[in-house]
């Protein structure tokens, strides 16, 4: 029996520009998006018809849920290669918190994709899976590729980002959830920003990307606090933590990041916030790096 796992990474939004909703009621933006080391665990099995089971830490928030967007991806996968439902047993380990702003849904059916391609010899090739990962929504063929990448359009218009040093980080997410159309709405009742796209950072060392870094920002960060306040005593918290070079929130929430100088300094500022926040989910991770990918 064929049977093929794979990490789904989580995504995080190095920063956010937001611009006015056009028209049809997207956002344009421009966000340099990377993916962590970090992330749920995917595992594809042949079998005799298309199931999913959720198991992990935050799997009982998608209990019952009938559509989930790794089965909506793998049927649209079926639709595109003319075999049907693929016949395969899907296990997801949900270990990312949910509506956390790090793209877990989205990365999860995206490495869904990919297995079943291999189980099922479909050979279908990457332009292929990008279009059927739209069916996911914007986020589709990001987490598809799961390399950095500039994200502009409504997120859906990539281009390889330069070559950047892996960033050693603290994923911190304060247990509240932090829907992303409230966001959206909580956003343009404040009046509309920019998807202004800044120019390549010049040097690509470690300092000098959080100095560039700096100069930007997540213009869903201040809405996402006015809804949920808990996001701002984590970035507050995330402050406290010695080594720390810059903190932001990723996506629409709930989930904030801190940069450090080093993985071990990620670590200490971890355990120390665990002792505090016992029920928060703190993460050290590496994002992005020579690769591109975790």
């Not at 990008?130 to 987490?143: H, K, L, N, T, Y």
């Not at 500039?150 to 304060?174: S, Y």
């Not at 100095?211 to 920002?217: E, I, N, S, V």
């Not at 801190?258 to 050290?284: N, Q, V």
Request: hydrophobic share 45%.
């Amino acid at each position: 029996m064929t049977t093929l796992s794979a990490l789904a990474p989580a995504k995080v939004n190095l920063f956010l520009h937001v611009g006015a909703p056009q028209p049809d009621g997207y956002h344009p933006l421009s966000s340099l998006v990377a993916f962590a080391d970090v992330g749920d665990a995917v595992t594809v099995a042949l079998a005799d018809r298309l199931s999913l089971t959720v198991t992990g830490p935050f799997g009982a928030a998608l209990a019952g849920e009938g559509d989930n967007l790794v089965l909506r991806a793998l049927r649209a996968l079926g639709d595109a290669a003319g075999i049907g439902e693929p016949p395969l047993a899907v296990t997801l380990d949900k270990r990312l918190p949910i509506a956390a702003g790090l793209g877990g849904g989205s990365s999860d059916a995206a490495a869904a994709l990919r297995l079943a391609d291999r189980a099922l010899s479909l050979g279908m090739d990457e332009a292929a899976l990008a279009e059927v990962s739209r069916v996911i929504g914007a986020d589709g063929p990001m987490c598809l590729r799961a390399r950095t990448a500039w994200a502009e359009g409504i997120g859906d218009v990539l281009t390889d980002a330069p070559e950047m040093p892996g960033l050693p980080v603290l994923l911190v997410n304060p247990g509240v959830p932090s829907p992303t159309g409230a966001v959206y709405r909580a956003y343009d009742a404040g009046g509309a920003g920019e998807a202004d796209r800044p120019s390549d950072p010049d040097v690509r060392t470690l300092p000098d990307i959080v100095t560039w870094l700096a100069r930007q920002r997540n213009d869903l960060e201040a809405p996402a606090i006015r809804l949920q306040p808990e996001i701002g005593r984590a970035l507050d918290a995330l402050n406290e933590s010695a080594g720390l070079m810059l903190s932001r929130m990723s996506g629409s929430g709930a989930t904030v990041f801190g940069i450090f100088g080093s993985l071990g300094e990620a670590r200490d500022a971890g355990t120390r916030l665990k002792t505090h926040y016992p029920g928060w989910w703190i993460r050290p991770a590496i994002l992005g790096g020579r690769n591109g990918n975790a």
